[in-house]
């Protein structure tokens, strides 16, 4: 699974680094700390997943869906904030699960979990 962690603080950057370079069949591909870097990391590589910052500066993140999914249509993207009220807006948006950022481990690695089952529904849909 390749990853892009895309968060404008780097604490949560690493701290997200540390968690998932433990993880086997998970590569992080690179960082975003705002939207224009993101959309770049995507455009080039359309991995497998990105770890959302609700409130990446730049774009709002309802708006920034879009325009990831353009570039790469399969693409699974976890909403992570520290305000887990906004959970409800980024699913409706089309983030593919979400994740407080006051969550312990698992439950991050059970939403990458629940956001890869949606990216392959989204393949298999394509494929149709």
Do not use: Y
Not at 82 to 108: H, I, M, N, V, Y
């Amino acid at each position: 699974m390749q990853v892009i962690l895309a968060d404008d603080q780097a604490k949560v950057r690493s701290a997200l680094r540390l968690l998932l370079e433990h993880q086997p069949n998970v590569k992080i591909l690179g960082e975003a700390v705002d939207t224009t870097g993101l959309l770049d990391w995507v455009t080039a590589m359309c991995p497998d997943l990105v770890l959302l910052d609700w409130e990446l500066p730049g774009l709002p993140a309802a708006a920034l869906l879009p325009l990831l999914h353009d570039h790469c249509p399969a693409l699974g993207v976890i909403a992570l904030s520290s305000r887990p009220e906004t959970r409800q807006a980024a699913l409706e948006a089309g983030a593919d699960a979400f994740a407080s950022k006051g969550d312990p481990p698992e439950r991050l690695l059970m939403a990458m979990d629940e956001a890869m089952e949606n990216r392959n529904r989204k393949e298999n849909c394509h494929e149709s």
